[in-house]
């Protein structure tokens, strides 16, 4: 059993002793708030040294309806503890019992966590990513995209998350997904429905000035359209907003599928990573 100090106690040794080595952290279902009677919880991981670290925040995918902070995001965790980032993973509430726009204000609340605890956890609060994947990249998407004050971030990482849900909301076309009843509330072609997700879509709030944007998506998605990245992209560039999009050629909805197609994304997004965030080309910009 690897003993891993309590991580109050590790900074108590570096402030006392120049040079201590400081260990890497883990901790499990640390609660980052409460809402609607029901607690927030988080997973965390912090490399060893001094710090501050680039902390990646990781949203997972479900459909807004199911999903856990420990799965989806496997392949991602050992390539970004290697590169020397922090990560966190979260739960959020969860469709039908709450809906819109309760998993928004619960990613806001997870990143005004990071930044209140930074020191204790060795966080650099001026180098947080957002990283979602599917209806995870919707919530990475919308809260990058309306970049308030105490919730901006310094980067954000979309797997295949949808930014324009009233192109994904297509009733008279095809059923739509029951997220749309279960957490937007909207059933037929309406204003109101309209006007709801208009509100709620990412698209709708690019602008100058948003933090750098990368989509990673496979054009041979069947759930979420490889569309709704291309054209968010084109948003975000003819605003003026730094943003890249890597293309998983033949590849589906689920970054699982694309490992056994032999593609490096991940290297492709901790290079993109290391160049986002690196303080001279940050001051720099």
Same mark, same amino acid.
């Given at each position: ?28 279902? @640390? ?48 390539? =970004? &503890? ?104 909207? &059933? ?7 006007? @709801? @997700? ?71 997004? =901790? ?15």
């Amino acid at each position: 059993m690897i003993f891993r100090p309590p991580v109050l106690a590790v900074c108590l040794l570096a402030t006392l002793f120049s040079g201590t080595v400081i260990f890497a952290l883990e901790q499990t279902d @640390l609660i980052y708030g409460t809402a609607a009677g029901e607690e927030l919880k988080l997973d965390l991981s912090v490399p060893d040294g001094p710090g501050p670290f680039p902390v990646c925040l990781h949203v997972h995918g479900g459909g807004l309806e199911k999903g856990d902070k420990q799965k989806k995001f496997k392949p991602l965790f050992a390539g =970004i &503890t290697e590169a020397g980032y922090a990560w966190i993973s979260i739960n959020y509430r969860l469709a039908p019992a709450h809906k819109y726009p309760g998993s928004v204000e619960d990613l806001e609340t997870a990143v005004r966590w990071i930044k209140v605890h930074a020191q204790e956890y060795r966080f650099d609060p001026d180098r947080i990513v957002l990283i979602g994947e599917s209806a995870g990249g919707y919530l990475v998407n919308l809260v990058g995209a309306q970049n308030k004050e105490d919730t901006r971030v310094a980067a954000v990482v979309s797997f295949y998350g949808p930014a324009d849900m009233n192109a994904m909301y297509q009733p008279a076309k095809t059923k739509p997904a029951s997220s749309f009843p279960n957490y937007f509330g909207v &059933t037929g072609d309406n204003e109101a429905a309209r006007n @709801l @997700l208009a509100e709620a879509s990412p698209a709708t709030y690019v602008r100058p000035g948003l933090p750098p944007f990368l989509l990673l998506h496979g054009n041979a998605d069947n759930r979420i359209r490889y569309q709704q990245s291309v054209d968010f992209l084109d948003r975000l560039k003819k605003a003026g907003v730094p943003s890249e999009l890597i293309t998983i050629e033949g590849g589906g909805h689920g970054m699982g599928g694309w490992a056994k197609m032999g593609s490096d994304y991940i290297a492709q997004l =901790i290079a993109w990573l290391n160049k986002t965030l690196n303080p001279e080309t940050r001051s720099a910009a």
